[in-house]
């Protein structure tokens, strides 16, 4: 199966979970249930963008002829009080920026073009001020409503929540806000081979890796893992990791390993005898063996057990699933043109092969990590980008275009 398919049957088997009420202050990172409207007009009142005097446009004509005009100063308003002079002519108000404007003036000019050029606070508003620069209407003036007028949709429904947008929710009053909830997920390593760390290794044991990158990556996409659990090669621990889970009550289970068709690959046939196997196999490296299905009705996402198989598999079906699951409207990756360093090679599948992706003269180049082997988990530690060979080719050579996903910011 091609991996958009594989996509699309699993994105349209799941739905949006239960919705509830957070304070704005928990609502990183959450996905909004619900359309939020501009409550009131976004600025409320007209006012100043700097520190200067608020005037009369038509009482400052006289600077292009005479170089400068000099006006009254009849008020003196700081940020948050109503003005409650209005301006006649000839008079103007000291202003500061965010302070509203007074009744008469139609705009401001700041205080570096005029002769009261001190800014330390504390000092007294002058009498008289001269003025050395014309203005036009509405100049360094901020509208009633410029950024946002009432009744505007400012946030649509689905829409995950972040910094700017927790800003923006207390810039409109909104205290708490309604959101998906979280989807609550099972993580299950399966492999006789597996033990957690802490314990003694010993030959022929490996640390269970992907429980933590799996809880890691399912908290990245906004859920919650609930248990992480090893079970080992037999069709009864997998069976009964999987009931643990479904005991549970959670969203959504997520193994890894048993799914290939190796002589301990437990997973199709458990799946298959407590639900259904909607399908299994994808055209895709790494990360063929995927298996998609549900176990007693929950979404069952089976990843194969090399690490970065099991990563590429979240990031390529999971993550997805979860985000819509989630309340998630629309997900797409964010994919970059790159300039190949180095020829690539592949067999076909689409791969997503671990790269570094930098830029460089104004283009974005890319290199491979290390070797792709789909346990070495190094080369995904060294990348920022996962690199998209189509499916059906096969050679790419040095100079050529291919396109990136990039998976993280560099920050080291
Ligand atoms: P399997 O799909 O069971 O054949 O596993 C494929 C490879 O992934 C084997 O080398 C396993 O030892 C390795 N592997 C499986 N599960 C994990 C895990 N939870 N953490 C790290 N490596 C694993
Ligand atoms: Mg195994």
Redo the contacts with the bound molecule.
Sequence with gaps: MAVDEAQNRILKSIEPLRKEQVQIDDAYNRILATDIYSPFNLPLSPNSSMDGFAVRVEDLLDIEKEGSVTLTVVGDIPAGIIPQVELGPGQCARIMTGAVLPGGADAVVPVENTDFVSRDPGIQVPEIVEIYQPAKPGEYVREAGEDLSKGDLVISEGTRLFPEHIGILAMMGFLSVSVYSSPRVAII???D??IFPGEQLLPGK??????YTLAALVKQAGGITVSTA?AG?SLGSIENNLEDAFLKGVDAIIS?????V?A??FIRGVIERNGQVEFWRVNMRPGK?FLFGFYKGIPFFGL????VS?FVGFDVFVQPAILRMGGAKNWKKLVIGVDLLEPIYSDGRESYLRSKVYRKGGRYQAELTDHQGS?NLYSLIMANALLIVPAGTKYVPAGEQLEAWIIRDIIE
Aim: glycine letters at 18%.
């Design positions: 390593s399966t492999g081979e597996l490996l640390y269970d890796s992907n429980s090893i090669d890894s390993a048993g799914v290939s190796g301990f690959d063996p194969p057990g090399n690490p099991a346990g």
